[in-house]
């Protein structure tokens, strides 16, 4: 009895997580498009925009967080990837009305960066297909 009440009971834990909609458990939600760029918050101040425009062209796109990335909390956004052409700039808007940009990062090969101490982007190249 013990044993059949445990499956029906990881069985049920099981089907309950795959019904969680996709992003409930992030802190912040992010707008757009395609696959989804995590962004990490260790600077040590909150990030209250988040823009992305292809480098060169300065021209922004609407700020991509729903909310405040708090410090040391992370957001997985989509960031309209199926648009974005080679090179890409991103701008943060910290909570001190400061914005800092990120020039020609490689965002079709980014799935994950971190804004670190001094607000520098640290990621990890990720090629598709090879």
Not at 76 to 88: A, K, N, Q, Y
Request: neutral net charge; contains cysteine; hydrophobic residues 45%.
């Amino acid at each position: 009895m013990i044993l059949m009440f445990r499956k029906f009971f990881i069985l049920f834990t099981v089907a309950l997580m795959l019904t969680l909609p996709v992003g409930t458990l992030h802190a912040a939600e992010c707008a757009g498009g395609g696959a989804p760029l995590e962004i990490v918050n260790k600077s040590g101040g909150n990030i209250t925009g988040l823009s992305i425009s292809q480098t060169g062209m300065e021209r922004w796109s609407a700020n991509r967080l729903m909310e405040p990335l708090a410090a040391g909390a992370s957001v997985s956004c989509d960031i309209g990837r199926d648009s974005i052409l080679g090179l890409s700039d991103i701008k943060l808007t910290m909570s001190d009305g400061r914005e800092i940009v990120w020039r020609r990062l490689p965002i079709l090969e980014i799935f994950s960066i971190t804004a670190d101490e001094g607000l520098k982007p640290r990621y990890e190249r990720i090629k598709l297909g090879s």
